[in-house]
């Protein structure tokens, strides 16, 4: 059974997008990750806009975050003032973003621009999470433990200026890290689609030495507020949001979640890291793919985003 997409202005079978949506969520379950890395390239590959591919996984992201935004702060793993900042960074970087992604797809250049963009973090992302997953591997069978950062060394980072206390993560640093790694991820979600977990987590812990239990409530709490305002902006600014295809996407992805988190618990963390890293690179080769083979179009006369 099909399904029109009023603003993907296509029709697509309802099993697929369900499982599409269901196969994220698993993975999104089974890795502890958002998925938005995932759902958006593979909305691109059933034909679905990249401008539109790219809304609609901001508006499912907000939908998948508040649960565990919520959960998290139940559980007091919610630094709100870090929160505030990272925030206050994410807002700044996703105008940047959806006005970037406006300037591109009035000139036609988007669809190349996104698929550049996957290449590039997907390429160098899985790359450094596949070396440091068979690096543990390779150590947990040899009986040797990972090397562990002793906790309270400083770095350049600590000598910045405007300087704020975060009494939740137990830090006296300057806000100005903070903000400029919120602006990034902001930026990466008005782009992307993506919530940015990928680049916010390591960045707290290895950066700002964040304690590892409120990195994933406090990043969690700022993609709720950075993907609802990139929503806002993709919907507003140039009409990129499919709520109808969001909706499909975000009932198969509950479902999937479930399963992924109970075949989660199965495996070892190395392990998990290194199946990741596989589908990311997989991803990351899929999209270099269609960048370089010839099309089998080589014309196609649509209307520009900012044409008459």
């Given at each position: 059974m099909n399904i029109y ?224 305002a990139a929503t806002i ?19 198969g992805g509950v479902v ?53």
């Open positions: 997409l009023p603003i993907a202005e296509m029709s697509e079978s309802v099993l697929v997008l369900l499982g599409m949506g269901a196969a994220v969520g698993f993975i999104s379950g089974l890795f502890g990750v958002g998925g938005g890395f995932l759902i958006t390239p593979l909305l691109i590959f059933t034909g679905v806009p990249s401008a539109v591919a790219v809304g609609t996984s901001t508006a499912q992201l907000v939908a998948s975050s508040v649960s565990g935004a919520i959960a998290q702060y139940n559980r007091k793993n919610v630094d709100i003032k870090l929160g505030v900042v990272l925030v206050g960074g994410g807002l700044l970087g996703t105008v940047i973003g959806v006005e970037i992604v406006r300037i591109l797809r009035q000139a036609g250049q988007f669809d190349v621009f996104i698929a550049l963009c996957y290449v590039l973090f997907l390429g160098v992302i899985g790359m450094l999470m596949l070396i440091e997953s068979v690096q543990a591997v390779w150590k947990t069978r040899a009986g040797q433990q990972p090397s562990v950062r002793r906790p309270g060394e400083h770095s350049w980072l600590h000598g910045l200026p405007f300087k704020m206390r975060f009494n939740r993560s137990k830090l006296y640093i300057s806000a100005v890290p903070p903000f400029l790694i919120g602006a990034f991820v902001g930026f990466l979600a008005a782009i992307m689609g993506v919530g940015g977990g990928f680049v916010m987590v390591p960045a707290l812990i290895y950066l700002l030495r964040v304690p590892t239990n409120v990195v994933v409530g406090t990043s969690l709490f700022q993609t709720v507020f950075v993907a609802a902006l993709h919907a507003g600014t140039i009409a990129s949001v499919d709520i109808v295809l969001a909706a499909v996407l975000m009932f999937g979640a479930q399963f992924g988190a109970s075949a989660g618990s199965q495996l070892k963390g190395e392990q998990l890291r290194l199946l990741l890293a596989a589908i990311v690179l997989l991803v990351c080769l899929r999209l270099g793919w269609d960048l370089v083979v010839t099309p089998k179009e080589l014309y196609t006369l649509a209307q520009s985003a900012g044409g008459a």
